[in-house]
C-alpha cells in the first residue's frame, strides 16, 4: 500500500513575491470659485395636499368616562348593600331580594353596557381616544367589581 500524497497547503497560490498595487494620485489641485451666480431652485408646480383634519371634540370619550366611572360605583355600592339586605343576619335568616335594588342593579349594568359602546365609538373615531379607553378599562372591570363588593357584603353578614 502506499501513501498518498499530502494535501496542498491553503492560503493564496504562489506567485511572484511582490505584486505592487495601484497607486494614489497626488493631491488634486484646489478648485476656483464658481465662476457662475447661483440659479433659483423652483420644483414642479404641484397643488398642496389635503387639508390636516380638523381636532374632533373630546366629548364623547369624556362622556364614556363618566357613564362607566358613576356606574361602575354604583353598581358595587348596590351589591354590597343587596348582599347585607339579602342574607341578612344569622339570627333574622335570608330576606327576599327588594324588587328596586334589582331595578336599579339592572339600570346600572345597562347604563355600563352603553358606557362601554361609547368609548369603543370614541376610541375608533378618535373622539376623544385616552378618556374612552379609560372608560373601556372601567367599563370592564366594573361587574368584577361589583362582585368583589357583593363578596364582601356578603362576608359582613357572617
Known amino acids: 500500500m502506499t501513501t498518498p500524497p499530502p494535501p496542498p497547503p491553503y492560503g ?3 506567485g511572484p513575491p ?3 498595487g495601484y497607486q494614489q494620485p497626488g493631491p488634486y489641485p484646489q478648485a476656483g470659485p464658481y465662476p457662475y451666480p447661483p440659479q433659483p431652485q423652483q420644483g414642479p408646480d404641484v397643488p398642496p395636499g389635503p387639508p390636516a383634519p380638523p381636532r374632533r371634540s373630546s366629548a364623547l ?8 366611572i358613576a356606574m ?5 355600592i348596590l351589591a354590597f348593600w343587596l348582599a347585607v339586605v339579602t342574607i341578612g343576619t344569622a339570627a333574622s335568616g335570608p330576606k327576599p331580594v327588594p324588587p328596586i335594588g334589582v331595578g336599579v342593579m339592572v339600570g346600572g349594568i345597562v347604563l355600563v353596557i352603553i358606557g ?7 376610541i375608533a373615531t378618535r373622539r376623544g381616544r385616552a378618556p374612552g379607553i379609560a372608560g373601556l378599562i372601567i367599563g370592564l ?14 362576608l359582613t353578614t357572617l
Not at 361602575?72 to 358595587?76: A, E, G, I, R
Open 12 to 14: 493564496p497560490p504562489p
Open 18 to 20: 511582490h505584486q505592487p
Open 61 to 68: 370619550g369624556v362622556t364614556s368616562l363618566i357613564i362607566t
Open 72 to 76: 361602575t360605583v354604583l353598581t358595587s
Open 116 to 122: 362601554l359602546v361609547l368609548a369603543i365609538v370614541a
Open 141 to 154: 372591570l366594573s361587574w368584577p367589581l361589583a362582585s368583589v363588593a357583593g363578596l364582601f357584603g356578603y
